[in-house]
């Protein structure tokens, strides 16, 4: 009689084994060609964000360097997301998070990361309004957790200037994408906040192809990386477009820009789940959008595949009374 095989149980050990590896959906129905739009599906990561694998690649690397010892306070500036990536790596491996964010910013993220045991310090604005915030309401944040990180000795994660950042998408995110479309990809488009995830993955896909076009989505109004002044400074990209150059940047593995209205990122929002059967924020809609232009533009093969990110949950964003913002 032959022998069966010994079974293997697929029990994983921790939250953390669940970031990365998103898979890689064709918005088949959304889109129905000419070319087609292939989204990485980030939302699914344990912190509902694309901002839960930067957090592991940083966290991991300042207990490595001996930057964070073990059970060391921890304390970053964040718009939400990177604060939800943080709280979730912090909570496994045994660090207290306190993270400082706009109170602009949705107070779903403050609950969020609240729940994973954090503490979010909800910071006043200073021009902007609620779900529209600025760099002025930003720096009020990073202030604040820098005052915070004197009086603590925290290890400051500094999402904004943190190489490891971009080193996460460079190792994790670009050859993923690589991988799952067989190694074809005609044009990779995303929008900026820290640019970790454009500066990483689009390096990583030059390197594996130089005729891969990458190209960098900004909110109308709000466009400093195609040189123009900010006229709207307020928008609906939360995490995103905040009117500068972010440090992390690269313009050599840059090929364009792609202008996006707030009525678009709300349009496209809204039909990745009429569509899809996905509920997402609005800078995935906005790059849904920018993939939809570029498709129409000209600029590519009529056949291209564009790659592009869903960022995070939709349920991030649900409005909430006034008297809780």
Request: aromatic share 8%.
């Amino acid at each position: 009689m032959a022998q069966t095989g010994e079974v293997k149980n697929e029990i994983l050990s921790s939250a953390l084994e669940l970031i990365g590896n998103t898979p890689l959906l064709a918005l088949d129905r959304l889109w129905t060609g000419p070319g087609r739009i292939l989204a990485k599906c980030e939302f699914m990561n344990p912190g509902a964000s694309i901002k839960d694998r930067s957090s592991l690649y940083m966290i991991q690397n300042a207990r490595k360097t001996g930057e964070l010892q073990p059970g060391g306070p921890v304390l970053e500036v964040t718009s939400g997301n990177q604060g939800c990536g943080i709280a979730v790596v912090c909570a496994v491996l045994g660090h207290h998070a306190t993270l400082t964010m706009s109170k602009g910013n949705s107070v779903q993220r403050a609950i969020h990361m609240e729940a994973l045991g954090a503490d979010c310090v909800r910071v006043p604005q200073v021009e902007g309004t609620y779900g529209n915030v600025t760099l002025a309401d930003v720096k009020a944040a990073e202030a604040e957790g820098l005052r915070l990180v004197a009086e603590r000795g925290a290890f400051y994660v500094n999402q904004f200037n943190n190489e490891m950042n971009s080193a996460s998408h460079y190792f994790n995110t670009g050859p993923e994408i690589w991988r799952q479309t067989g190694h074809r990809v005609d044009a990779f488009v995303t929008t900026v906040g820290t640019a970790g995830t454009f500066a990483g993955t689009s390096k990583f896909l030059k390197e594996k192809s130089p005729k891969t076009l990458c190209y960098v989505v900004e909110p109308e109004g709000s466009e400093p990386i195609q040189g123009k002044p900010i006229t709207k400074p307020l928008h609906l990209l939360q995490g995103s477009g905040y009117g500068c150059v972010p440090n992390l940047f690269e313009f050599d593995n840059m090929d364009g820009t792609v202008s996006v209205t707030d009525e678009e990122s709300t349009y496209y929002k809204k039909l990745v789940g009429e569509k899809e059967g996905l509920y997402v924020g609005y800078t995935s809609g906005a790059n849904v959008a920018a993939a939809v232009k570029l498709l129409k533009s000209g600029k590519l093969p009529e056949d291209a595949w564009v790659v592009t990110v869903l960022y995070d949950s939709g349920l991030k964003y649900t409005p909430v009374p006034e008297e809780l913002t």
